[in-house]
Every structure is written in structure tokens, then in C-alpha cells.
């Protein structure tokens, strides 16, 4: 079935660097843009990037610009979130996510979402 | 980036229809989507572009839009329906996700 599991979160210390995987199963990575999108404790959604099929388009939120990198390997399925400088605000449970979108009066949503990861930002 | 505002809560009785908002800008522009999370779990899409759903979703659940505001109607609300709501589009830096809307079922 239809599968994308999260890895790679854990406690991290305020400056350090965290490496978040996606592993895709189920459908073909390769014809999708995913995306990565957090919560942190008690708080909403907060999208994080996004990146298009080939990896050719990338788009960060403000928050994370300049700091985080999103990445893909479609031969191994995967897509990855490179965290540097992690911030105490950086605290949240990562999803990674299948992006859809439809043109015309264009739509962007997500359809498939992991189980998210947990990162902990503390000293 | 633009926002997306909705209500932080909302209650409705068991069996009657409520209606969740988002408003925005980019929603002149984009359809918005929705997003079912209840505690501990992943957010699950409800409703996306003018009016889809997906496999397995009940068609209790149905999305509209106007100018700059964007609704998810839930007609004949379930006790099974009690969750958090977001309203999410595409803008012209990324995307927006709105603040969420807690739906209480009574």
C-alpha cells in the first residue's frame, strides 16, 4: 500500500545538525513532488519546503531559509530534510508528505502523509 | 508569505451541519484543501481543488469557495468528526497552512 515512514529524529542541542529521511513505498516517487511540514507541541501545521519530481524547484518557508535543505533520491525511493543551526523553535514532529496539484484555477494539496518523526531541540 | 485565518474553535450538535472557514488572499488565487487531525495522528486530506474527495472519505464532507474565503461544510456531523480542521493553499513564496479549527461535536 500507499507508505511514506519518517526516520531520523531525535534530542539535538541548540546549533546542532539533524538528518530527517522519508522512505516512499507504494506508488512512483519519481512522478510526485513531496513536501515536509511540522508541528510543534500544542501548535498547528507549519509547512516546511517543498521539492518538484526531478528536484529541479525547491521552496523553503522563512523559517527554516538558509538552514534547512530538502533533498530526494528517486532511485532510492527517499527524500531527506538536512537541519543545521537547529533552533529550540525548530521542536516539532516532522511529516513528510506526496504533494498533488491541479491546474486551471490551480490547487495544491497532500494526500499521503507519514507518521511523522519527533525532533527535540534542548540543551 | 500570506496567511491563512481561521476560527480557533467551532461546536456543533450531533447530526447537524457546521461550516468551517478559511480566509486569505491567496485564496483569490489558489482552491484551498483540508485537513482532518485528530490527537496523535497524522493529519488526513478531507477535501481539495473545488470540491474532491478522496477514497474513503465521507460525502458528509464537502469544500466551497468565495473570493478570498474558502469553507468546508460537514452536513450531518458524527461524533467520529470531532477533530482539528486546516485550510491549506499554495502562495506566490510556498505554501500556507491556516491556524486550525478545533470542531467540537455535542
Known amino acids: 500500500q500507499v507508505q511514506l515512514v519518517e526516520s531520523g529524529g531525535g534530542l539535538v542541542k541548540p546549533g546542532g545538525s539533524l538528518r530527517l529521511s522519508c522512505a516512499a513505498s507504494?506508488?512512483?516517487?519519481?512522478?510526485?513532488?513531496m513536501s515536509w511540514i511540522r508541528q510543534a507541541p500544542g501548535k498547528g501545521l507549519e509547512w516546511v519546503s517543498y521539492?518538484?519530481?526531478?528536484?529541479?524547484?525547491?521552496y523553503y518557508a522563512d523559517s527554516v531559509k538558509g538552514r534547512f535543505t530538502i533533498s530526494r533520491d528517486n532511485a532510492k525511493n527517499s527524500l531527506y530534510l538536512q537541519m543545521n543551526s537547529l533552533r529550540a523553535e525548530d521542536t516539532a514532529v516532522y511529516y513528510c508528505?506526496?504533494?498533488?496539484?491541479?491546474?486551471?484555477?490551480?490547487?495544491?494539496?497532500?494526500?499521503?502523509w507519514g507518521k511523522g518523526t519527533t525532533v527535540t531541540v534542548s540543551s | 508569505s500570506s496567511e491563512l485565518t481561521q476560527d480557533p474553535a467551532v461546536s456543533v450538535a450531533l447530526g447537524q451541519t457546521v461550516r468551517i472557514t478559511c480566509q486569505g488572499d491567496?485564496?483569490?488565487?489558489?482552491?484551498a484543501s483540508w485537513y482532518q487531525q485528530k490527537p496523535g495522528q497524522a493529519p488526513v486530506l478531507v477535501i481539495y481543488?473545488?470540491?474532491n474527495r478522496p477514497s474513503g472519505i465521507p460525502d458528509r464532507f464537502s469544500g466551497s469557495s468565495s473570493g478570498n474565503t474558502a469553507s468546508l461544510t460537514i452536513t450531518g456531523a458524527q461524533a467520529e468528526d470531532e477533530a482539528d480542521y486546516y485550510c491549506?493553499?499554495?502562495?506566490?513564496?510556498?505554501?500556507?497552512f491556516g491556524g486550525g479549527t478545533k470542531l467540537t461535536v455535542l
Open positions: 508528505a506526496r504533494v498533488g496539484y491541479g491546474s486551471g484555477r490551480p490547487y495544491y494539496y497532500m494526500d499521503v
Open positions: 507504494g506508488f512512483t516517487f519519481s512522478d510526485y513532488y
Open positions: 521539492i518538484s519530481s526531478s528536484g529541479s524547484t525547491i
Open positions: 491567496s485564496l483569490r488565487s489558489y482552491y
Open positions: 481543488g473545488k470540491n
Open positions: 491549506n493553499s499554495r502562495d506566490s513564496s510556498g505554501v500556507v
